[in-house]
């Protein structure tokens, strides 16, 4: 019998390649299947890349490309690919600053920042991996 593995927990897919110039800049590029991180920042996520969305909000459209980027960069933190004690403060940052950008009013955005400074640290280390699961 053939199984599969997966990892369950995304709810939206990118239809295409996403670009973004970004203030992250790693000692050296980052390459993995669906990100990379070169060393100048910008962030390219390859079409097909999984996330899920604004956490313990409503998706609103002010909110997905900040939570696509912001999922991204913590997804390489996790993976230590990026070291979190560095690089997490300003992914936070540039999650609050995608959101105004995108018509999100700057108190909400404020809020959700404060949110993911209080909150996030152990969504961005290795503990929080998405376990693989098997089937059948």
């Not at 100048?40 to 909110?63: E, H, I, K, N, Q």
């Not at 993976?79 to 009013?105: F, I, S, T, W």
Request: net charge positive; glycine share 6%; aromatic share 10%.
């Amino acid at each position: 019998m053939l199984r599969i593995a997966f990892k369950k927990g995304y709810k939206y897919q990118l239809e295409g390649e996403f670009t973004l110039r970004t203030p992250i800049i790693p000692a050296r590029g980052i390459a993995t299947d669906y990100i990379q991180l070169a060393p100048d920042g910008t962030l390219m996520l390859a079409r097909s890349y999984a996330w899920d969305g604004p956490s313990g909000v409503p998706d609103v459209a002010s909110f997905m490309r900040a939570s696509l980027v912001h999922d991204a960069l913590y997804q390489l933190m996790r993976h230590d690919l990026l070291d979190p004690d560095n690089y997490r403060k300003p992914a936070d940052q540039l999650m609050r600053q995608l959101c105004v950008e995108d018509g999100m009013n700057p108190i909400a955005a404020g809020a959700a920042y404060a949110c993911v400074r209080w909150l996030g640290d152990h969504h961005a280390r290795r503990e929080s991996r998405k376990p693989l699961l098997f089937a059948p």
